[in-house]
């Protein structure tokens, strides 16, 4: 079996708000933390030119006793060319004839955690980190917390290995998830998201509110929008 550093982490970090989060929080648990995004044939590549913007900014911040290392970013065309959807094609973002929304991506999570074990296999790295959620989903199967578990095992065994796969989010709703950010990097930490990370799935970033850019209508930047609200409500703050 190969050895796997317990001190090392490897964050699939595609540049928005819950992979940020799911970064800030790596850092302050493991020594070593690396990254690595997937290049698919998304239509809106804006995320992914936001990434190394986001990355310095959290690197700035004193987030724990981990460094950050290097970023991985992987080419996968095959699976933007054969998949369909509102993130690949022209298509309207609205629920689909399988009752899934046109934005799910049939086999993404399962094969960017492929890869992902793949290279931190190569990288030494026992523990990965994804920042898939089961509480505000929106209906994506390779999101829930059984297929992750499942995912734990089949790589484990696949790879004859023992990575252990974190999900810091699958129980956090948004606005839990911008009170994390908050616990991990204070207001310092929520500028980052804020001013820096890309929800929106039209990849809209001509309009800056208060939670953040995107269109404001679209399922992702709702969810944000009511997550923030629903965080400030609850915290009080301005
Ligand atoms: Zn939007």
Partial sequence: ????????????????????????????????????????????????????GIRDALGEL????????????????????????????????GLGESGLPTTFVPGRNLVFLCFAAALAYRRGCRHVVLGVCETDYSGYPDCRDDTVKAMQVALNLGLETRFVLHTPLMWRDKAQTFALAERLGGRPLLDVILA?????????????????YGCGTCPACRLRKDG???WRQSSARP
């Fill in 1 to 52: 079996m190969v050895a796997l550093d317990e001190r090392r982490a490897l964050v699939l970090f595609s540049g928005g708000q819950d992979s940020t989060t799911c970064l800030a929080w790596a850092l302050a648990r493991f020594a070593e933390v690396e990254t690595v995004g997937f290049d698919y044939g998304q239509r809106h590549r804006v995320e992914l030119d936001l990434r190394p």
């Fill in 228 to 230: 923030w609200r629903r």
């Fill in 196 to 212: 820096q990370t890309q929800t929106c799935y039209l990849g809209d970033r001509s309009q800056r509110h208060d939670w953040g």
């Fill in 62 to 93: 004193p987030l724990g006793p981990g460094r950050l290392g290097p970023d991985h970013l992987l080419a996968i065309p095959a699976l933007g060319a054969i998949s369909d959807t509102a993130l690949t094609r022209e298509v309207e973002i």
